[in-house]
């Protein structure tokens, strides 16, 4: 098992990301354009060809805990705040809810 901040995974599993949580790839991509830090860079990093990181980076291929690890390592980001990068999977039903009025 992997602990990064308060996110437990259990690794050898398919379910990689925490079952209430959606992983969030905008924010990975953010992070990593704002610290000027190319996608060959993240996957020579991580034993990759940049095009494969690039899939991984755009949902193709699923990003796994290990690699997940490294990246936070080469973007200079704290295990402890590998949160920034879940938000939670609200199902669209619950998603919009101005409509509700409360009485």
Known sequence: MLTIGN?????GN???WCKDMRFNLQ???YERLSRKITQE??????GVKRSTYH????GKIRLDVEEFAIVLSVL???EK?????????VPVREQNVD????K
């Open 41 to 46: 860079k993240i996957a020579q990093s991580i």
């Open 99 to 102: 409509w509700l009025e409360v």
């Open 7 to 11: 996110i437990k995974f259990t690794i």
């Open 14 to 16: 398919n379910e990689r």
């Open 81 to 89: 705040e590998a949160g920034i990068f879940f938000t939670p999977d």
């Open 55 to 58: 899939k991984k980076e755009n």
């Open 76 to 78: 200079g980001i704290p």
């Open 27 to 29: 924010r990975l991509r």
